[in-house]
Structures are given as structure tokens and as C-alpha cells.
């Protein structure tokens, strides 16, 4: 196969995902969910019986390439998050905002690892801690938009949201970094509690020293970076930088540390932003870059590699699968909505809370396939996924905006 011909399938993909983004995004729902979409629909086109097609978007090397862009998606996007990322934000928030998130954290995970469990055996500890790590992550990007729309983001719920789901990411990450590191290290899916070990306790090490050394690092390039910037204000060489520096950080948290390249590019986005004077100039130079072409591709990617497992799925792992997107679901609303009756919420914005907090979109996407690639979550679980996805995207907004239309029904009569 000659190398141009990957051309036709980025076409499609960047053009059918562009207009079924547009799509999503009007009807109130993430861009991501119409990405998905599309990567479905693309896949699907593999099951038609004209040969040329097939050869022309689904040929080995047509599926190589991709994947090695949808790894430059993944790496930007969360690049890009960790660059957004305002630890001044988190120190201003109070004690509300990290209980919200240690029960929106515990409780989806411990409801993840319950299930998996249940279905595959208590024996398979690692494995199941990923499933239930998987249900931690959090993206408020759609309940932004709607306590926006509502006149309700300064709010207390809003702030408190906000807030908390930066220090999700943050939790998340650390945990996606622990469970990975295991894996690497050698201790397979099929993990007992033997698993703390020497070796369990040399995957410890490891990735303390990730964090350790590559904080250090990270404060003497900021230190430089800041020198950079007032010498030559908005030059491109600080966003050339940056993204070589998230590049050998994502490069060495897994080949030297063990540790998913995810966080190398989470981490470097953290350090080098907030506190850096050009963090939206680099933020908004590696969004273009990431969401003009990347990002599509890995979005679009998921529902092509990802097809042929909706027609795998047997009544085993359907049923689990059903359970565990209801455990996805009450995790969040029950765990961050406790969490806010624990800081003295109203029960109706504790409600708000935990609703806020239980839209899940690309961060899920991307620690489903790490535990794919690690050998410790099964393909067959991206169906569901996609499902959490949908629904919380759905659901969140509805319920958001009667709770609030309620509420000013009330203070109407009232009045």
C-alpha cells in the first residue's frame, strides 16, 4: 500500500467527525459523543461487501497509521488538561471541594470494583480495581454549559463542581499512574493479594521517583520558560517547547517509570501551566493543533478499532455490562451528592453536585483503553462505556435544568 492513501480515510474521518460534532453540539451534547459517532458509522462500512472500500479505509497499514495518531490525540488532549488545570483554583475552594471529590472518587470505584467482582471473581484484584478506576474519571464540560446557560456557574454548586473536578483529574491520574505501574511491573490481571510484594513495592518506588524527579524538572523548565517569555513575549518557540517537553515527559513516564505516558503528558501540562503568563497562548496553540486533527482521529478511531465488539458481547457481559453502567451513573450522583450533605448542602444542591459530576466523556475513553492495552480490561467494555457516556450527557442537563425550573416555580408562588 502506498503511504497517500491513508489520505482518504483522514478525509473521511475529519469531515464525517467535524459534522457529527456540529451535530452534537447543538442538540446540547458534547462534540466528543458526535466524534464517536462517527468512528462507529466509519466502522460499520467495514461490514459492506464491496472489497475496494474495504482495502481503501481498512487496509492493516490504513489501521497502523491511525493508531499512532489517535496516540498524539490522546497525549495533547491531556496536555491540554493539565495546562487548564488552576491549582490556585483549588487552594481558594476550601475543605467543600476535595470532600466532594475523595467520596466522588471512593465511592464510583469502589462500586466499579463491586461489580467487576460480582461477574469475574474476587481473585482478579487488579482487574478490578481498573474497572472501578475507570468509573472515576470526570468531565463537567456539559454542566459548565448549562449552569452557564442557567445564570448558575458563580453559584455555590457551580464553583463547587468546577473545583472538584479539577482535583478529580488530579486523583484520577494518580490512580490510573499506581494501577498501570502494577501491570507493567509484571503483575498481570489474573492478581491476587499476594500482589504486594517486592515486586509490587519496586512499582512504588518507581513511581514516586516519577513524580519527584519530574516535579524538580518541571520547575526549573517553568523557571526558563518564564525567562523565555519576557525576553520575546508570544513567540512560537514557547509552544514548540512545551510540546517537546509533554513529549519526552509522556515518553519517559512509561519507558523509564512504568507509569501510563497519559500522566507524563497530564503532569508536564501542570507544571507548565497556571502560573506561566503565556499558559493561553500555549494552551491555545496546542488546542488548534490537537482539536483541529488529532483529536477527531482518536475519537473516531474508538468507534472504528471498537465495532466488532458490539456483536461479541454475550449474556454474561451484557449483563455486566448493563450493572455497570448503572454503577457508573449512582457512583457520581451518590458519591459527590454525599459529599456535599457532608459540607452542610441543601439536599436539592447536594442533588445538583452530584448530577454536575456524573458527565463522563473523553478522560473515560482514555482510561478504558489503557486498561485495554495493559491486558487488564476487556475490549468488550468500550460499548459500554460509550453508553455511560451518552446517557450521563443526556440525563445531566435534564435533570439540571428541572431541578433549577423547579426550584424558581417555587420562589414564583412564593412571590
Not at 474495504?54 to 495518531?69: H, N, R, T
Not at 483549588?90 to 467482582?117: D, E, H, Q, R, Y
Not at 486523583?171 to 498501570?180: A, K
Not at 508570544?234 to 509522556?250: E, G, K, T
Request: hydrophobic content about 55%.
Amino acid at each position: 500500500m502506498e503511504a497517500f492513501e491513508i489520505l482518504l480515510p483522514l478525509a473521511l474521518i475529519l469531515c464525517l467527525g467535524k459534522l457529527m460534532g456540529l451535530g452534537a453540539h447543538r442538540i446540547g451534547m458534547p462534540a466528543v459523543i458526535g466524534m464517536l459517532l462517527a468512528g462507529i458509522l466509519i466502522g460499520l462500512l467495514e461490514y459492506i461487501p464491496w472489497q475496494p472500500l474495504k482495502d481503501a479505509l481498512f487496509s492493516p497499514m490504513v489501521k497502523e497509521v491511525l493508531a499512532v495518531f489517535s496516540k498524539l490525540g490522546v497525549v495533547l488532549i491531556m496536555f491540554s488538561a493539565g495546562l487548564g488545570t488552576d491549582l490556585k483554583q483549588l487552594k481558594s475552594t476550601g475543605i467543600a471541594s476535595i470532600v466532594i471529590t475523595a467520596l466522588g472518587v471512593a465511592v464510583p470505584m469502589f462500586f466499579g470494583w463491586l461489580v467487576s467482582s460480582l461477574f469475574f471473581g474476587f481473585a482478579n484484584v487488579l482487574a478490578n480495581l481498573f474497572y472501578g478506576a475507570i468509573l472515576t474519571a470526570t468531565s463537567v464540560s456539559v454542566t459548565v454549559a448549562v449552569l452557564k446557560e442557567l445564570g448558575k456557574l458563580e453559584s455555590k454548586v457551580g464553583t463547587s463542581i468546577v473545583a472538584a473536578a479539577v482535583i478529580d483529574d488530579v486523583i484520577g491520574i494518580i490512580i490510573l499512574s499506581v494501577l498501570t505501574g502494577f501491570a507493567s511491573g509484571g503483575e498481570g490481571a489474573e492478581v491476587g493479594w499476594h500482589w504486594f510484594s517486592p515486586n509490587a513495592g519496586l512499582v512504588v518506588i518507581k513511581i514516586v521517583l516519577f513524580f519527584v524527579v519530574f516535579i524538580a524538572l518541571g520547575v526549573g523548565l517553568r523557571k526558563l520558560f518564564d525567562i523565555m517569555e519576557r525576553k520575546a513575549p508570544h513567540n512560537r518557540r514557547v509552544p514548540i517547547l512545551s510540546l517537546a517537553a509533554c513529549f519526552v515527559y509522556a515518553y519517559c513516564a512509561e519507558k523509564l517509570f512504568g507509569v501510563a505516558d497519559i500522566t507524563g503528558a497530564y503532569l508536564a501540562g501542570i507544571l507548565l501551566g497556571g502560573t506561566l503568563s503565556e499558559t493561553p497562548y500555549v494552551e491555545n496553540k496546542v488546542d488548534t493543533m490537537g482539536y483541529l486533527f488529532f483529536s477527531p482521529v482518536f475519537f473516531a478511531n474508538i468507534g472504528i478499532a471498537n465495532i466488532e465488539y458490539f456483536s461479541q458481547i454475550d449474556g454474561t457481559f451484557l449483563a455486566f455490562g448493563i450493572v455497570y453502567v448503572v454503577a457508573a451513573l449512582l457512583g457520581k450522583l451518590l458519591g459527590c451528592g454525599m459529599g456535599a450533605k457532608l459540607c452542610k448542602f441543601s439536599f436539592h444542591d447536594s442533588f445538583r453536585v452530584g448530577l454536575g459530576m456524573m458527565v463522563r466523556a473523553e478522560v473515560v475513553l482514555i482510561c478504558t483503553e489503557k486498561g485495554v492495552a495493559c491486558g487488564l480490561v476487556d475490549p468488550a467494555v468500550f460499548p459500554f462505556v460509550i453508553c455511560i457516556i451518552l446517557l450521563s450527557s443526556i440525563l445531566t442537563p435534564i435533570f439540571l435544568k428541572w431541578s433549577y425550573g423547579r426550584e424558581e416555580k417555587k420562589l414564583l408562588k412564593t412571590n
